[in-house]
């Protein structure tokens, strides 16, 4: 038995670290933004959307599909969160459909880029959300 407590006392000490650090949100280093931060966006091309996020800057969102194909820059995009927070973290956090002129069209979020300064100074105008 006096063998088996230091363990039990380590494995306590892991799990309780494990789970404090789930707690913590965001993940430190992680990139992540509010939908309710959301200011504006810009279709690239069928598989990448740029968002403006207020003081985050600008995301690169890049799409499994030509989701975005036949959508134009005015198109509303439909944005809800999973999980019940409206925190974006990563990609499966983000449930994206684009209101179209043919109606709701669903996209499958691949990854979520925060640009740097020097990558958002290089967009065209035109993709500047």
């Known amino acids: 038995m006096n063998r088996l407590l230091p363990l039990l006392l380590a494995a306590g000490a892991l799990t309780a670290g494990a789970t404090q650090a789930l707690a913590q949100e965001p ?32 995301f690169r969102i890049d799409m499994h599909g030509a989701c975005l194909a036949g959508a134009n820059m005015g198109d509303p995009l439909v944005v809800e969160t999973v999980g019940g927070s409206d925190l974006v973290c990563r990609p499966m956090d983000l449930d994206l459909k684009v209101a179209g002129s043919i109606g709701l069209s669903p996209c499958i979020v691949k990854s979520i880029t925060r640009l740097t300064p020097p990558q958002i ?8 959300p």
């Open 27 to 58: 993940t430190p280093g992680r990139q992540c933004f509010r939908v309710s931060q959301m200011e504006g966006h810009r279709v690239a091309d069928p598989k990448t959307l740029y968002v403006g996020v207020r003081n985050k800057g600008v």
């Open 121 to 128: 100074a290089s967009l065209p105008p035109k993709l500047k």
